[in-house]
């Protein structure tokens, strides 16, 4: 299972910090990734991160804004956002992948049930 939290509403410029917990896999064997869904658009990559923290890899999108870190001993991976824009308005989710690069979501064998973020302008 994968759970997210820390959505919310934020004024444009403010930050947010997504978590997700990880129950009944071998955390630090997968890759996690953080994807996004705005209304009537199709699910887009946002950043993973590598199991052992050796690698991360972002959108362009948001490169420089968020950043993706982890805590195997947590079972925790996390979405730091910052300067964030109103088209960053989306549901986000995270996911877990074996397989590398995990930069599409046919990569990905779980994935949590999203949270909310909403950025007004």
């Known amino acids: 299972h994968l759970i997210e939290s820390g959505g919310g509403l934020v004024q444009a410029g403010g930050s947010l910090r997504l978590s997700c917990a990880a129950s009944?896999?071998?955390?630090?064997?997968?890759?996690m990734g953080w994807f996004r869904q705005a209304p009537g658009k199709e699910r887009a990559f946002v950043a993973y991160?590598?199991?052992?923290?050796?690698?991360?890899y972002y959108a362009d999108s948001v490169k420089g804004r968020f950043t993706i870190s982890r805590d195997n001993a947590k079972n925790t991976v996390y979405l730091q956002m910052n300067s964030l824009k109103p088209e960053d308005t989306a549901v986000y989710y995270c996911?877990?992948?074996?397989?590398?690069?995990?930069?599409?979501?046919?990569?990905?064998?779980?994935w949590g049930q999203g949270t909310q973020v909403t950025v007004s302008s």
């Open positions: 996911a877990a992948a074996h397989r590398a690069p995990p930069l599409t979501s046919d990569y990905y064998s779980y």
């Open positions: 991160i590598g199991g052992g923290e050796e690698s991360t």
């Open positions: 009944g896999l071998t955390f630090y064997t997968y890759y």
